[in-house]
């Protein structure tokens, strides 16, 4: 494990300000009333923190609108982590697909009234739930420790409206408009208001397909890798050894 947590370092990626309306065209409800600016996301940090990672999520402000006893209930944040080639093409009924190669493997997901992770197996099968990361407000951020193994990913972010009144706790945009819906132009419109994307590219409202942030290093192949070095460092010490021997 030491050798993960060597490997892991701390990743930062910013996001631009004002877009947290979809294709810019998003009415968000005005009952309960949710500003802008606390569904914004403005950045993104991840890194090692023990034996799990530390995900930090910079929003516009923070809200409390339906009154969560965590201090926070304006949105729902997604977070999605990219291990290696394999994984989970779509985000998770947030009509977006991924674009590159491979998909997630992990993904949290944060609301005022709690917090969840899940892992996708390798074999395809469906995503097993893991222990509840845990949550605090910080200014303006949430700070998010998931016991996600320590190492360099690729991620996609997203911040989507938050309801008590949908199964899941998240709004999906609607075409009728009205106080407590999130009305946009099409009705197959992604949820989210919001994703990480530092060139604030509107392909992912428009075309539906969202980039992966940061780099992918899979620590299970850097564990291969240093076992490896380890045993020809012992076989070159060995042979001296031998060579050596009168």
Avoid: C
Wanted: glycine residues 14%; negative net charge; charged residues 15%.
């Amino acid at each position: 494990m030491s050798l993960l947590l060597l490997t892991a370092a701390l990743v930062s990626f910013p996001d631009p300000a004002g877009d947290a309306r979809g294709d810019g065209g998003y009415l968000l409800p005005t009952r309960p009333a949710v500003s802008e600016d606390a569904l914004d996301l403005r950045g993104f940090r991840a890194e090692p923190q023990g034996q799990e990672m530390r995900f930090t999520v910079e929003l516009g402000r923070i809200e409390n609108p339906w009154g969560a006893p965590s201090g926070f209930s304006a949105g729902v944040t997604d977070i999605f982590v990219k291990t290696g080639v394999g994984g989970v093409r779509t985000l998770d009924h947030l009509r977006l697909n991924v674009t590159g190669t491979g998909g997630w493997t992990y993904h949290v997901r944060v609301t005022g009234f709690g917090a969840s992770l899940r892992r996708a197996p390798e074999d395809g099968g469906p995503p097993t739930t893991l222990t509840a990361p845990t949550v605090r407000v910080e200014g303006t951020g949430l700070v998010i420790d998931a016991a996600v193994p320590p190492g360099d990913y690729g991620y996609w972010v997203t911040s989507s409206v938050y309801s008590p009144l949908t199964p899941d706790g998240v709004l999906r945009p609607v075409t009728t408009p009205g106080p407590t819906a999130l009305q946009a132009g099409r009705a197959d419109a992604p949820v989210p208001v919001d994703v990480l994307l530092p060139s604030g590219d509107p392909a992912p409202f428009t075309q539906g397909t969202l980039a992966p942030v940061g780099t992918t290093r899979d620590p299970r192949t850097l564990l291969l890798l240093g076992l490896g070095g380890l045993g020809l460092l012992t076989v070159g010490i060995a042979t001296v050894a031998v060579w050596r021997r009168p």
